[in-house]
């Protein structure tokens, strides 16, 4: 049984360029959670997704982020025209019922570095 | 302010010995949690309480709550070198779904 699997691990990126990062959660999951970790710092809550629906987008940024997960593949987190600032580790979780008490399943995370 | 602050930042100590961690949170919670990250990788799940228990053990892991105080501290008994990691206190911030709010972690090094 797999676990969370995102891609790439790495993504290196000019600014201005897009960044599509990935997610596919364990099987039987249909909950994801997107988080940011900069250095030296703790994980911060972007967005938690359904299939197909958003469910609680309030720490994604009001501009050139966006996410989704569709009905078939993997989540997607889509960063349009990066700067510095983007420059993090982005982890993915699943959960097989997105309830509080549920124990969240992390992915190896995506470090996104903006040249 | 931030939820879920872990204290010490950085914590080193000899194999054999005994680590404490705490958290402190500002809101009311469903349930708290405690994951590690190595360098470099995804967070481990640890353990989870809920806000209705005071203590809760895994292993060589223990974990207590006192949501009078809000802070939670977590114990790792008998160290490895291999419990080196960074160890983060989650909170849920009283949601019903898993929107986790994470502190900033405390580096802990076990000398061999």
């Known amino acids: 049984n797999a676990g969370v699997m995102q891609n790439p691990r790495h993504l290196v990126r000019r600014r201005g360029q897009e960044a599509r990062l990935r997610c596919s959660p364990m099987k039987g999951h249909s909950h994801v959670y997107w988080y940011r970790q900069l250095p030296e710092e703790g994980l911060k809550f972007m967005v938690y997704?359904?299939?197909?629906?958003?469910?609680?987008e309030s720490g994604m940024p009001k501009e050139r982020f966006s996410a989704e997960f569709p009905k078939e593949g993997p989540s997607i987190l889509r960063i349009q025209q990066v700067v510095r600032g983007d420059s993090a580790a982005y982890f993915c979780?699943?959960?097989?019922?997105?309830?509080?008490?549920?124990?969240?399943?992390f992915g190896p995370g995506t470090r996104l570095t903006v040249l | 302010s931030q939820q879920g602050e872990e204290d010490p930042q950085a914590l080193s100590i000899q194999e054999g010995e005994n680590a404490t961690m705490n958290c402190s949170y500002k809101?009311?919670?469903?349930?708290l949690q405690w994951y590690r990250q190595n360098s470099g990788r995804g967070l481990v799940h640890l353990i989870l309480i809920r806000s209705n228990e005071r203590e809760k053990h895994s292993g060589r892991l223990r974990v207590t709550l006192d949501t009078s105080k809000k802070s939670s501290s977590l114990l790792i008994t008998a160290s490895r070198a291999a419990d080196t990691a960074s160890y983060f206190c989650?909170?849920?911030?009283?949601?019903?779904?898993?929107?986790?709010?994470f502190g900033q972690g405390t580096i802990l090094t076990v000398h061999p």
């Open positions: 997704l359904q299939k197909e629906n958003i469910i609680d």
């Open positions: 809101t009311s919670i469903n349930n």
């Open positions: 979780a699943s959960s097989p019922t997105g309830q509080s008490t549920d124990t969240q399943y």
């Open positions: 989650a909170t849920d911030l009283g949601t019903s779904y898993g929107k986790l709010t």
